[in-house]
Nanobody, 116 residues
């Protein structure tokens, strides 16, 4: 059964760091490019960052996260990561993982709140 389970969210102060994880199962994870998306309250879901299957190429979709967010993956463990540094209140959102073309069923996401 195909499944994406995001975790690692929570409350963090501005300027803090957090690492999100996406555990994948039910499909050949190592063969898929993957991406992180986020949906802020009252806004549409947007792409954050993507990584190709062998980790040799990454792209940050959102200019606002460049230099602060790093996407990575462990194909042996079927896990996608998003390291987030220098967090800002505008990073508050529910974060999701999927392929860059959103071809998989969405998981429940993990909520990140950046607030003092």
């Amino acid at each position: 059964q195909l499944q994406l389970v995001e975790s690692g969210g929570g409350l963090v102060q501005p300027g803090g760091s957090m690492t999100l994880s996406c555990s994948a199962s039910g499909f050949p994870f190592a063969k898929y490019a993957m991406a992180w998306f986020r949906q802020a309250p009252g806004k549409e879901r947007e792409g954050v960052s993507c990584i190709n299957a062998n980790s040799r190429a990454t792209t940050n979709y959102a200019d606002s996260v460049k230099g602060r967010f790093t996407i990575s993956r462990d194909n042996d463990k079927n896990i996608l990561y998003l390291q987030m540094n220098s967090l800002k209140p505008e990073d508050t959102a529910v974060y999701y993982c999927n392929t860059p073309w959103s071809t998989l069923d969405w998981g429940q996401g993990t909520a990140v709140t950046v607030s003092s």
